[in-house]
């Protein structure tokens, strides 16, 4: 019997709140400047007493809630003691025996669950810059809101970890509480991780701050290649916290593990325990947009989009966004013409009006214009109609066999070898006259046509 991997998720998340945590300060992921966004309360100074950030636990609610948690009508904050330069209180606020969700679950692919034990929020760290002979420390994400979200460990794989890290950051961006831009570790994701060959579970190791779904995989695929090695061999595993080198591909041993007691929790006495009335999490409730999986099912019940097409526009966001404006001017017919034209075409600039893209679609559907020429004219439909643009230009595809027959001769007696080569047999020759002719309209004779009368001119 071969080992099996348990794999447990604890991934931090910086909110997009105004201020911090637990003073005005401002909370600016690109503030380039160190030490800037600080005030007495975020660096410790004495006699300073923190308050709360409503819109921080709105947040954390609305994530829960989303999550399928149970939001418990009573929540506080903790004190988790420890010493770190980057953390100006000697101790971090936290909370650890109330937190503000409980028992949720995130479902991977429509079919597994993965059990959430926990989401609670906590101020994240400053930042420690080293160079080569001294380090420095920058304290403007000291004291930003952090939400922090435990796992059960119902993972199975590398791959699931990853899929967990991918589905709950589109998550976040449908829910607008954090930017979860991994880059800027506004998402780490951290990675519980044993394996065993019976239902026991094995010696867990944790891998800490992942910032990327890749590593996330690699990490997880190393360690349990990493233990199997190591019980085969007769060792033990040791409990441990471990670093992921990203370019050399392996973890690397920090530190033995911290128990809870080592740091020494109490509640935090400067801050009033939090009470929620029903009216408070329904409020927050009724916030939630339509999720991922949700404008998954419908796109395809509602437009009968095919799958791939429809993990795209729920991935990109405001790319669905903009073809649900788009479909709303398009017969049914036209809808799935108009999601591959955005897709493949890869446009990322929203600033053309929906309209202007759905009468768009309709002239290629009628044979007014080629693809080539409507992405042409792209960069004139944000201020023009497109009728208007391919007027002014002289852009309508042509669909007179007159015309074509004429530009057809043209290319075929500029091209006797071809003609020669599709009487032996190579049929190829065929692509190869129509995109002549297809380059001398400069892209506007009708494709189709251009196929048929070629056809029937070399037979």
């Not at 065929?430 to 004779?445: E, I, N, W």
């Not at 189709?448 to 029937?456: H, S, T």
């Given at each position: 019997m071969t080992y099996q991997p348990t794999i447990g998720l604890e991934i931090h998340i910086e909110l997009n709140t105004k201020s911090k945590m637990?003073?005005?300060?401002?909370?600016?992921?690109?503030?380039?400047?160190?030490?800037?966004?600080?005030?007495?309360?975020?660096?410790?100074?004495?006699?300073?007493?923190?308050?709360?950030?409503?819109?921080?636990?709105?947040?954390?609610?609305?994530?829960?809630?989303?999550?399928?948690?149970?939001?418990?009508?009573?929540?506080?904050?903790?004190?988790?003691n420890y010493f770190y330069p980057d953390l100006p209180k000697g101790y971090q606020i936290s909370q650890l025996y109330e937190p503000l969700c409980k028992n949720g679950y995130l479902k991977l692919k429509e079919t597994k669950r993965i059990r959430i034990r926990e989401i609670h929020l906590e101020e994240d760290t400053g930042r420690l810059i080293h160079e080569k002979d001294y380090s420095l420390v920058d304290f403007n994400r000291a004291g930003v809101p952090l939400m922090e979200l435990v796992t059960e460990p119902d993972i199975a794989s590398a791959k699931e970890a990853r899929q967990f890290a991918q589905d709950l950051h589109l998550i976040m961006h449908y829910l607008d509480v954090s930017d979860a831009?991994?880059?800027?570790?506004?998402?780490?994701?951290?990675?519980?991780?044993?394996?065993?060959?019976?239902?026991?579970?094995?010696?867990?190791?944790?891998?800490?701050?992942?910032?990327?779904?890749?590593?996330?995989?690699?990490?997880?695929?190393?360690?349990?290649?990493?233990?199997t090695e190591l019980l085969d061999k007769g060792e033990k595993i040791i409990q441990e916290t471990r670093g992921w080198d990203d370019l050399k591909g392996i973890t690397v041993s920090q530190r033995e593990k911290e128990s809870a007691h080592d740091y020494r929790y109490f509640s935090e006495p400067d801050l009033p325990p939090l009470h929620f009335t029903a009216d408070f999490i329904d409020k927050i409730r009724s916030e939630i947009p339509e999720l991922p999986q949700q404008r998954k099912e419908r796109f395809i019940k509602d437009y009968g989009l095919d799958e791939k097409n429809v993990d795209v526009l729920v991935y990109d966001k405001n790319l669905g966004e903009y073809f649900e404006a788009v479909a709303k001017g398009l017969s049914f017919d036209l809808i799935k013409s108009a999601a591959?034209?955005?897709?493949?075409?890869?446009?990322?600039?929203?600033?053309?009006?929906?309209?202007?893209?759905?009468?768009?679609?309709?002239?290629?559907?009628?044979?007014?214009?080629?693809?080539?020429?409507?992405?042409?004219?792209?960069?004139?439909?944000?201020?023009?109609?497109?009728?208007?643009?391919?007027?002014?230009?002289?852009?309508?595809?042509m669909s007179g066999e007159g015309d074509l027959e004429k530009i057809i001769k043209e290319v075929i007696s500029q091209n006797p070898k071809a003609m020669e080569d599709y009487?032996?047999?190579?049929?190829?020759?065929?692509?190869?006259?129509?995109?002549?002719?297809?380059?001398?309209?400069?892209?506007?004779?009708?494709?189709?046509?251009?196929?048929?009368?070629?056809q029937k001119f070399l037979s």
């Amino acid at each position: 019997m071969t080992y099996q991997p348990t794999i447990g998720l604890e991934i931090h998340i910086e909110l997009n709140t105004k201020s911090k945590m637990f003073c005005s300060c401002s909370n600016n992921p690109d503030e380039r400047n160190p030490n800037v966004n600080i005030c007495p309360i975020c660096t410790a100074q004495p006699g300073t007493l923190p308050v709360i950030n409503e819109e921080a636990v709105r947040k954390v609610i609305k994530t829960g809630l989303s999550l399928n948690c149970q939001i418990p009508e009573f929540s506080k904050f903790d004190r988790k003691n420890y010493f770190y330069p980057d953390l100006p209180k000697g101790y971090q606020i936290s909370q650890l025996y109330e937190p503000l969700c409980k028992n949720g679950y995130l479902k991977l692919k429509e079919t597994k669950r993965i059990r959430i034990r926990e989401i609670h929020l906590e101020e994240d760290t400053g930042r420690l810059i080293h160079e080569k002979d001294y380090s420095l420390v920058d304290f403007n994400r000291a004291g930003v809101p952090l939400m922090e979200l435990v796992t059960e460990p119902d993972i199975a794989s590398a791959k699931e970890a990853r899929q967990f890290a991918q589905d709950l950051h589109l998550i976040m961006h449908y829910l607008d509480v954090s930017d979860a831009d991994m880059e800027k570790g506004q998402m780490r994701v951290e990675i519980n991780l044993s394996i065993s060959k019976s239902k026991e579970l094995g010696t867990k190791t944790e891998i800490k701050n992942l910032n990327s779904f890749r590593s996330v995989e690699r990490a997880a695929d190393y360690e349990i290649k990493r233990q199997t090695e190591l019980l085969d061999k007769g060792e033990k595993i040791i409990q441990e916290t471990r670093g992921w080198d990203d370019l050399k591909g392996i973890t690397v041993s920090q530190r033995e593990k911290e128990s809870a007691h080592d740091y020494r929790y109490f509640s935090e006495p400067d801050l009033p325990p939090l009470h929620f009335t029903a009216d408070f999490i329904d409020k927050i409730r009724s916030e939630i947009p339509e999720l991922p999986q949700q404008r998954k099912e419908r796109f395809i019940k509602d437009y009968g989009l095919d799958e791939k097409n429809v993990d795209v526009l729920v991935y990109d966001k405001n790319l669905g966004e903009y073809f649900e404006a788009v479909a709303k001017g398009l017969s049914f017919d036209l809808i799935k013409s108009a999601a591959d034209f955005l897709i493949n075409t890869e446009i990322k600039n929203y600033n053309i009006p929906s309209e202007n893209f759905s009468q768009m679609i309709t002239l290629i559907k009628d044979g007014k214009i080629s693809k080539t020429t409507a992405k042409e004219i792209l960069p004139e439909i944000t201020t023009k109609q497109p009728s208007e643009v391919i007027k002014e230009r002289g852009l309508e595809q042509m669909s007179g066999e007159g015309d074509l027959e004429k530009i057809i001769k043209e290319v075929i007696s500029q091209n006797p070898k071809a003609m020669e080569d599709y009487k032996k047999g190579k049929t190829n020759v065929l692509q190869f006259l129509a995109g002549q002719v297809m380059a001398k309209s400069k892209g506007r004779a009708n494709p189709k046509l251009v196929g048929d009368i070629l056809q029937k001119f070399l037979s």
